[in-house]
């Protein structure tokens, strides 16, 4: 599948929205900020990327391209073969990405106000 019959006719979610506006140019560091980058939050969210990733084929390259266009998501591309290995075998996930979410918004400079509160930045 290509990444333009993907974003027509695949299973899409904001998360794999943004992978797919990254690898395609589409969004860049120009641009970012009219965009609203999602990161995946649970295992549902994370099925549209992997299905992303694995019928369109997308490259380390592509994978490195989006964790270097959106700070948030570099957790999640570090660690995206464990997160595949997960997935794949039906493992739980919700505790291991909550994590990789703190990390990412850590990542993006978003400000923890509490255990539950975030603070995006301005």
């Not at 794999?16 to 649970?42: C, H, Q």
């Not at 850590?106 to 975030?118: C, E, H, M, R, S």
Request: hydrophobic letters at 35%; glycine letters at 4%.
């Amino acid at each position: 599948m290509t990444l333009n019959e993907w974003i027509v006719f695949g299973h899409v979610g904001m998360s794999s929205k943004t992978m797919w506006a990254v690898v395609t140019g589409t969004l860049n560091a120009d641009n970012i900020k009219k965009f609203r980058v999602e990161i995946p939050y649970d295992k549902d969210d994370f099925s549209r990327c992997y299905t992303l990733w694995k019928e369109c084929k997308l490259s380390d390259v592509d994978l490195r391209k989006i964790k270097e266009t959106c700070p948030i998501w570099k957790p999640f591309i570090d660690n995206w073969y464990e997160l595949v290995k997960r997935y794949e075998n039906n493992e739980k996930m919700y505790e291991y990405m909550s994590e990789l979410v703190e990390q990412g918004r850590l990542n993006a400079g978003w400000i923890k106000v509490d255990a539950n509160t975030w603070k995006f930045p301005s």
